[in-house]
């Protein structure tokens, strides 16, 4: 069954940068939207990016806009979250997913059918 695997994560500084990554196994989700998703203790998981694989238009929530970017490597079914300028709120495990979300969806998790195990950005100030 083909997976995803988060990579990247780590603790830094307010500040400081990161760049994750989500690798595909197979190119199983060549046309599938792919997404970032964050969930902090005791707090629901919420959408942060998202990259339509048609297209390539890219949605960011308006936490994180202007400060991450998204983008993607057909090639190499992978796609990546540059984090700039990170606060102590952006705080929590990333999840990489891959869905066909209808635009109206693209927000919500439950419109995902696969997701990574996640990887954790912790930022101290």
């Known amino acids: 069954q083909a997976q995803l695997e988060e990579s990247g994560g780590g603790s830094v500084q307010a500040g400081d940068s990161l760049r994750l990554s989500c690798a595909a196994s197979?190119?199983?989700?060549?046309?599938?939207?792919r997404a970032w998703f964050r969930e902090a203790p005791g707090k629901e998981r919420e959408f942060v990016a998202a990259i339509r694989w048609n297209g390539g238009h890219v949605y960011y929530a308006d936490t994180v806009k202007g400060r991450f970017t998204i983008s993607r490597d057909n090639a190499k079914s992978t796609i990546f979250l540059q984090m700039d300028s990170l606060r102590p709120e952006d705080t929590a495990t990333y999840y990489c997913?891959?869905?066909?979300?209808?635009?109206?969806?693209?927000?919500?998790?439950?419109?995902?059918?696969?997701w990574g195990r996640g990887t954790q950005v912790s930022v101290s100030s």
């Open positions: 197979e190119r199983a989700f060549d046309g599938y939207s």
């Open positions: 997913a891959a869905g066909r979300p209808i635009l109206s969806a693209l927000r919500m998790p439950s419109m995902y059918n696969f």
